[in-house]
């Protein structure tokens, strides 16, 4: 009953969509100006663009149209003829929270038309659909704007699939729609028939024995620099079965020429890393040895440590610590498992690691917590002078040396809040050498923490040594640290 009600609406809305709906009587001079200057650039762009960051006249104009235009007008515009026009109109609709956003992107689910757009400094083509999408969907866009809620997205996902379109968003739709037998013909429909490779990933999460042979006989046609199996390998990872493995092997292989990497065998190393059994392990391990020139090795390894923190298994527990004792890869994920598995090992590892803290490649792979990086560094700096606070302090003073613009203000930090008088000295050497004014300044506060009166002349006097300490922005900095804190 649900399809059928969903099929239903799909028709009506797509059958009340037409560009040639648009009434060029409704619209008012003042406003037709307006959007006569969004025509001439023809460009979506945001407040702030280009390296720069400079504020464009399109926005100036897009500002124009929402002081202008009225409701009734902004929404006879989403229907006019130039793409750059509809996707600012809807965007100036979205602030308003009493007009039906979800209807107006129902009827443009066959709005393909492909628009410039610049959006900081990221220029593109964005179809106009998409647009609309994107501007009712949470942290996208426009903060400001009105969003969609879970109920709407899900219909709207299932519009996006069952309809007859062409808009990007259809790829995320078919991944997030319910895998229920109900929608399961559909999806395959979508591959026979339109050969939709993110409808072949989705159908591999049924698990079918039936759908082995279209996964393995999967190629891509219009992919000349990849291998072509960038979507069967997804696939795979989604449905590990043992007829696949044959393949992955025979894949694998391919890859170990020296010769180039490739950005399709992310999804190789996990469709290999799904099966989380010894033979996947064993596989894994092939790229350590084979693969000889020293930067395509560390694309391959920086792949499998990708997946193998997203197929955590206990089959990969020597990988994993092959990966941070050797090659110093590590992540939060994986650390707190390590730990949790041999905290001694553990425990000597970052130590190790801390000792040489700009050579850590500490891996994050979600935006969301992208601060974690930080709060590892410093997660394993607390273990250390918890465990052994002697040498804990002898890392510090020895990092201050040594670290690098990113690793310094930890302990930077660390040396304020701990306040020994062993780290001064080297704190006042990176005054009366250094040029890179984030470091030096760093140093600055630590030093200012001790709040003495004989450390504070160390400062006045490596500002005489350093005439970096008095140059451009970092040199105000400087001056406006030692003001604020009564150092004169």
């Known amino acids: 009953m649900k399809i059928l009600q969903t099929i239903i609406i799909l028709f009506i809305t797509i059958s009340s969509f037409a560009q040639s709906n648009y009434d060029d009587r409704k619209i008012s001079n003042k406003t037709k100006k307006a959007v006569k200057k969004i025509e001439k650039v023809n460009e979506l762009m945001s407040s702030a663009v280009y390296s ?41 609709l979205s602030y308003n929270k009493n007009v039906d956003l979800f209807k107006i992107v129902k009827n443009h689910l066959n709005d393909d038309e492909l628009i410039s757009t610049q959006f900081g400094c990221i220029g593109g083509q964005e179809k106009v659909g998409d647009f609309y999408i994107q501007v009712l969907t949470p942290q996208y866009v426009d903060l400001d704007s ?55 990933v989705k159908l591999a999460k049924y698990n079918k024995v039936e759908d082995i042979e279209l996964i393995l006989n999967n190629r891509e046609k219009d992919n000349s620099e990849e ?29 170990l020429d020296n010769t180039h990497y490739s950005n399709e065998w992310t999804q190789l190393y996990r469709a290999i890393a799904s099966y989380k059994n010894e033979g996947a392990k064993n ?65 000597e590892l970052t130590k190790k690691s801390m000792q040489n803290p700009n050579e850590l490649d500490i891996a994050n792979f979600s ?4 601060e974690e990086t930080k709060s590892l560094n410093e997660q394993m700096l ?16 020895e990092n201050i040396k040594k670290s690098n613009v990113h690793n310094l203000p930890l302990y930077a930090t660390k ?18 050498t250094e040029w890179n004014a984030h470091i030096y300044l760093s140093a600055t506060k630590a030093l200012i923490s001790y709040d003495n009166q004989g450390i504070n002349k160390q400062i006045l006097n490596a500002r005489t040594k350093n005439e970096n300490l008095r140059k451009e922005w970092g040199g105000k900095a400087f001056d406006k640290l030692l003001a604020e804190n009564g150092i004169e």
């Open 227 to 255: 291998g072509g199996y960038f979507h069967t390998y997804k696939a795979i990872s989604n449905f590990p079965n043992s007829e696949f493995f044959p393949f992955l092997k025979s894949q694998l292989q391919k890859t």
């Open 52 to 92: 720069s960051g400079m504020r464009p006249k399109q926005w100036d104009n897009f500002e124009t149209l929402k002081e202008t235009a009225t409701e009734s007008e902004l929404i006879e515009l989403t229907n006019h003829p130039n793409g750059v026009v509809r996707s600012y109109s809807f965007w100036a």
């Open 382 to 397: 607390d273990l250390i002078i918890n465990k052994d606070r002697d040498f804990g302090l002898k890392l510090i003073r």
């Open 283 to 347: 596989q894994l391990l092939i790229p350590f040895t084979q693969v000889e020139h020293k930067n395509i090795r560390k694309y391959h390894l920086n792949m499998i440590f990708s997946a193998l923190n997203e197929f955590q298994s206990h089959s990969y527990d020597e990988l994993l610590w092959k990966l941070w004792e050797e090659e110093n890869k590590i992540s939060p994920k994986v650390f707190e498992y390590l730990s949790s598995l041999n905290s001694s090992k553990a425990f």
């Open 146 to 200: 009105k969003k969609l809620n879970g109920q709407q997205f899900r219909e709207l996902d299932s519009l996006l699939v069952y309809s007859n379109n062409n808009l990007n968003a259809k790829y995320g739709a078919i991944q997030r729609i319910e895998s229920s037998e109900s929608n399961y013909g559909k999806i395959k429909e979508l591959y026979l028939e339109k050969n939709d490779q993110s409808a072949l």
């Open 415 to 432: 040396a304020s809040e701990i306040k020994d008088k062993s780290f001064v000295k080297p704190l006042i050497e990176i005054l009366e």
């Open 367 to 370: 935006f969301d917590n992208f």
